[in-house]
């Protein structure tokens, strides 16, 4: 389909609990983003794919987040112990071409 | 990475033309210049894109002055629909390279 596709749309995780997003690109896109929205609009950038591989991964803070795109499956965001300062809306993007990327709607997770 | 610096919100009303300028002095030669627009509960979706000069399509207008530093999304006779967040992003147009987000400009618009 024309969509990338998140899930869930919503997870809720105690502190240091482990939390697991997925994101579905579209088919035929090479190149796979996840960014950070967090309060007032802002955006981080988290890590890039170009296929399975990472391509740029400088916004990742690495000692909790990791991050995969394997063949046939959707790629995933995982983050271990999770913190308050990681609640926020991830999104993940798809793009193929010079024309932009295309944005699922997001998961927004809440650590209480 | 080029940064940039957008109006933080604007009011407008429905019919009118809206204008916003976007900032962006160290755009680097291979930069291209996207907005995306954001509704609520929404993930960003892309309007424009262009290197240089005039971009039209069917939504909206880029302007792009020659050196490039600045560019104006143009939004014909908006309706309240038109309500959103507004990003002008700075960037490499392909492949895997990150694209930084500005804070966005607020349009709202009353009816």
């Known amino acids: 389909g024309e969509e990338v596709a998140q899930t869930p749309k919503h997870l809720v995780r105690g502190e240091g609990q482990k939390a697991k997003l997925y994101c579905a690109p579209i088919?035929?896109?090479?190149?796979v983003f996840w960014y950070q929205q967090v309060l007032k609009n802002e955006f981080k950038f988290l890590i890039s794919?170009?296929?399975?591989?990472?391509?740029?991964e400088t916004g990742m803070p690495k000692e909790r987040f990791s991050a995969k795109c394997l063949p046939n499956s959707p790629c995933s965001l995982e983050i271990q112990a999770t913190k308050l300062e990681d609640s926020a809306v991830y999104f993940c993007?798809?793009?193929?071409?010079?024309?932009?990327?295309?944005f699922g709607s997001g998961t927004r997770l809440t650590v209480v | 990475l080029a940064k940039t610096t957008q109006p933080i919100s604007m009011d407008s009303y429905e019919g009118q033309e809206v204008n916003i300028t976007c900032s962006h002095n160290?755009?680097?030669?291979?930069?291209?210049i996207t907005w995306y627009q954001q509704f609520p509960s929404q993930g960003p979706r892309f309007i424009i894109q262009?290197?240089?000069t005039k971009v039209t399509n069917e939504v909206a207008s880029l302007f792009i002055p020659a050196d490039r530093k600045s560019s104006t999304l143009s939004l014909p006779r908006v309706s309240l629909s038109d309500t959103a967040v507004y990003y002008c992003?700075?960037?490499?147009?392909?492949?895997?390279?990150?694209?930084?987000f500005g804070a966005g400009t607020r349009l709202f618009v009353k009816a």
């Open positions: 992003l700075v960037g490499a147009s392909t492949g895997g390279f990150k694209t930084i």
């Open positions: 160290n755009i680097a030669t291979n930069d291209y």
């Open positions: 262009g290197y240089k």
């Open positions: 993007a798809s793009s193929q071409s010079t024309y932009g990327y295309t």
């Open positions: 088919k035929g896109h090479s190149y």
């Open positions: 794919f170009q296929n399975e591989n990472v391509f740029d």
